[in-house]
């Protein structure tokens, strides 16, 4: 059993360029979550999605989207960028979603994100 | 609106001490509270959460609703528990997991 992988493990983009990071989630996990940690912060919640939809978003602009593919990989855009946007992307898997329970969730390593 | 607060950017105790992380969280229902632990150069990985009632590696936490707070506790401190850790609240109708900002534990030898 393969646990949840990210790509690239680190990239450098400029102001106002555009950025896809990757996600594959654990095995039988059908949900996943994304979260942008800045330096010295807790990670905080972009979005998750359950069953290719998005369900549940945090405090962030339009220009961060996101897709769920039917094999339950993952991709997070972000448009735009702004140097404040610098931060460790983490993906997250779990077993199950749709709000109301809590299932464990599985990170990935993160993506390195540099805007200069 | 929902908050998680560890007052301690880092706690330094000798290894055989008692350990305590605090955390404290801002929210008027009923919330599931995790702990979550990251080890140098692993993942972030959850620890323990207050429905299980579980000690893990040592480590307890208790949920008291009337100071709302979820501190972390281990009796004898050991060197392996250096990391940093996370507090983190969970509406139990959302799908959004709120963090703290984390404290890094470093052991003493």
């Known amino acids: 059993e393969t646990g949840v992988t990210q790509s690239p493990t680190h990239l450098i983009k400029t102001r106002g360029q555009q950025v896809t990071l990757r996600c594959s989630s654990q095995s039988g996990h059908n949900t996943v979550s994304w979260y942008q940690q800045a330096l010295g912060q807790g990670p905080q919640f972009i979005f998750q999605?359950?069953?290719?939809?998005?369900?549940g978003r945090g405090n962030f602009p339009p220009r961060f989207s996101g897709l769920q593919f039917p094999n339950y990989s993952s991709e997070l855009n972000v448009n735009a960028l702004e140097l404040d946007d610098s931060a460790l992307y983490l993906c997250a898997s779990s077993p199950m979603g749709g709000g109301p329970s809590y299932n464990e969730q599985f990170f990935g390593p993160g993506t390195r994100l540099t805007v200069l | 609106a929902q908050r998680v607060t560890q007052p301690e950017k880092l706690l330094s105790v000798f290894k055989g001490a008692p350990v305590e992380l605090k955390c404290n969280y801002s929210y008027s229902g009923s919330p599931e509270l995790f702990w979550y632990v990251q080890y140098s150069r692993q993942r972030l990985q959850l620890l323990l959460r207050?429905?299980s009632r579980e000690s893990i590696k040592g480590f307890t936490a208790d949920l008291n609703k009337g100071e709302t707070s979820f501190h972390l506790k281990k009796p004898f401190a050991q060197e392996e528990d250096s990391a940093m850790y996370y507090c983190?609240?969970?509406?139990?109708?959302?799908?959004?997991?709120?963090f703290g900002s984390g404290t890094r534990l470093s052991i003493r030898p």
């Open positions: 207050h429905i």
């Open positions: 999605y359950y069953r290719e939809e998005e369900n």
């Open positions: 983190a609240l969970k509406r139990s109708s959302a799908s959004k997991i709120i």
